[in-house]
């Protein structure tokens, strides 16, 4: 049965207020409109990002109720007209970061910040309209994807084709999280070979910064992190070392200083903490130490000392790793079917869509990072499956 240009009825999680918990709730999906794309999804994470969009009042807007989501990956359904670049069938990475290819971040090929980008801040398609609707009302769309629903839609630019044969269930985190980490070191700040690194924050993006270090060339990487539980794991993806500021009475720069002798070449803060960043920023060489923010820090200032850099020190932002969306997506999933790069580390639980809340329970807890997976009969394609038949999402831990 066809549902090409038909609203689609189907499951997805709700915030419904500021603070507000997940709720699964029926919605209906409208079809792509000019230059969109209507998405099964069949797998998605449940982010940082997330879970400082519920509880930190900072980032709270008015803008509900809303799907949240950013991170995830499924097969077209549709496409609005004038859409070139996919078709109903295609295996696709979804983007939080567009890439349209005609603006000046787009044509510079140094920058990655697409201006469309902008668009995530009005929660709306291009048009100002949603294209969701639960109980009567619409629901506003969330970092241009809105990944917690069975079915949504998306402007072209924040779709990537992908290879047929990727298994959507482990590159999806291409999405965000493995990108942002894994590039944040390889591109944003170009990890040499001989260096030693050292990675505040041991989630799924802190992993992939370990892995971008390692795959660099770094020879010592050190990871910083208050839960223990998490070191064996950053040993398996290429850590040297693992300490936990809790068991040292200095400051962590300090220790830091006393480990390296000098500070480290390179260091990431992928937790979004402001002290931390401070922290790290202080904990590198004083002539030439690089510092990365990869953790979401929005709605607060920064307290650092402009001695800090005095003799040489430099502090980068990065989004999405440095990649351009759509070519980078592509690209990290050809290297992943490569076996260029281990997606499969940084999964490790599985949830249905309806425990989503316990989700976010295992992510306060630091019960490692939660991805959840969308699984369905997604491999037969979305010609030959029944639209009305049951979907299950499950969920992986990826902080």
């Known amino acids: 049965m066809s549902t090409t240009g038909k609203v689609i009825r189907c499951k997805a999680a709700i915030v419904w207020k500021p603070g507000g918990s997940f709720s699964i709730e029926e919605v209906e999906v409208a079809p792509p409109k000019a230059k969109e794309v209507r998405i099964k999804m069949v797998a998605t994470a449940l982010c940082g990002t997330e879970m400082k969009m519920l509880k930190d009042k900072n980032l709270q807007h008015q803008h509900y109720p809303i799907i949240m989501g950013h991170e995830g990956a499924g097969i077209v359904e549709s496409v609005g007209e004038g859409v070139s670049t996919v078709k109903a069938g295609d295996k696709v990475i979804a983007l939080f970061l567009p890439q349209c290819g005609e603006c000046t971040s787009c044509l510079n090929s140094a920058d990655n910040f697409c201006i469309k980008l902008k668009q995530a801040e009005t929660h709306l ?30 402007d072209e630019s924040s779709v990537a084709k992908i290879d047929a044969a990727a298994p959507l269930e482990k590159v999806f985190l291409v999405s965000c999280g493995f990108s942002t980490g894994y590039g944040g070191a390889i591109n944003t700040a170009k990890v040499t070979p001989g260096s030693t690194c050292a990675v505040f924050g041991l989630g799924g993006v802190g992993l992939s910064v370990i892995m971008g270090c390692k795959a660099a060339g770094a020879t010592r990487i050190i990871a910083v992190d208050i839960n223990k539980d998490k070191f064996e794991k950053a040993k398996e993806v290429g850590a040297t070392e693992c300490i936990n500021p809790q068991d040292y009475e200095k400051p962590i720069q300090e220790v830091l200083f006393d ?8 260091s990431f803060e992928v937790i979004g903490n402001p002290e931390t960043v401070a922290a790290a ?8 130490g690089v510092c990365v923010i990869i953790g979401l820090i929005i709605g607060v200032q920064l307290n ?23 070519d980078g997506a592509s690209k990290l999933v ?13 999964i490790t639980h599985s949830l249905n869509l309806d425990k989503i809340n316990e989700a976010v329970e295992l992510m306060k807890t630091g019960k490692w990072q939660v991805t959840h997976t969308i699984f369905m009969s997604e491999y037969l394609g979305p010609r030959e499956m029944c639209p009305l038949c049951p979907v299950t999402l499950s969920m992986m831990l990826t902080n």
């Open 125 to 154: 398609m291009s048009d100002g309209t949603s294209r969701f609707t639960c109980k009567g009302k619409p629901v506003y769309h969330f970092g241009n994807t809105s990944t917690f629903s069975e079915y949504t839609v998306m």
């Open 259 to 266: 480990l390296t002798g000098d500070g480290v070449d390179f």
């Open 281 to 288: 920023l202080a904990s590198c060489r004083e002539s030439h």
């Open 304 to 326: 650092i000392s402009g001695h800090l850099f005095f003799s040489g020190r430099s502090l980068k932002g990065s989004v999405y790793g440095g990649w351009k969306g759509r």
């Open 334 to 346: 050809s290297d992943y079917m490569a076996k260029k790069i281990n997606l499969d580390a940084l």
